[in-house]
């Protein structure tokens, strides 16, 4: 597959000896976790930022979601937006796209190139593997029980 991308940014981490079709996959599934090497914020202008970096890749996503930003850029701001979290919603991208980063777990990649696949746009696969990551965090946040990472997994395989 090719990537008009600068490939040092996504693969700069790869020890040598990589095979290149290794190291293709791997360049699909960064670039699929983060397109963006710029973005907008309030106004400002961020137009090489490092997608590879996870605080640089937060601001990348936040850009990605210009319709929060007004709420974001105020810290003592509590509430909803169409009965949505913007913080949480923004914390459910970051953790989706390191996730895809990292390619960790495995089964978040499969399932993301499966809604792909099936001609779910990239934005719509990333809510998608969020609602299912937010379904099994929900027990940790609001009772303490341990993340269940099997059924995590599970979940995705059944996506």
Known sequence: MEHDVDRDVYLGDLPSGVSEDEVERILDRRVFAMPHRG???????????????PDERSLLIQ????????????????????????????????????????????????????LREQGMARHDVLHELARVMAEHM??????????????????????
């Open 39 to 53: 973005t907008v914020i309030g106004g400002e202008e961020f137009d090489r930022l490092d997608p590879a970096d």
């Open 63 to 114: 850009g990605e979601h210009p319709e929060f930003q007004q709420y974001l850029a105020d810290s003592t701001w509590q509430g909803e937006i169409d009965g949505m979290n913007p913080r949480f919603h923004l914390t459910m991208h970051e953790v989706i796209a390191n996730q895809l980063w990292a390619d960790e777990p495995p089964e978040v990649w499969r399932a993301a190139k499966r």
């Open 138 to 159: 929900r027990p940790t946040l609001t009772r303490g029980e341990p993340f269940d990472e099997d059924s995590y997994r599970g979940a995705l395989a059944d996506l």
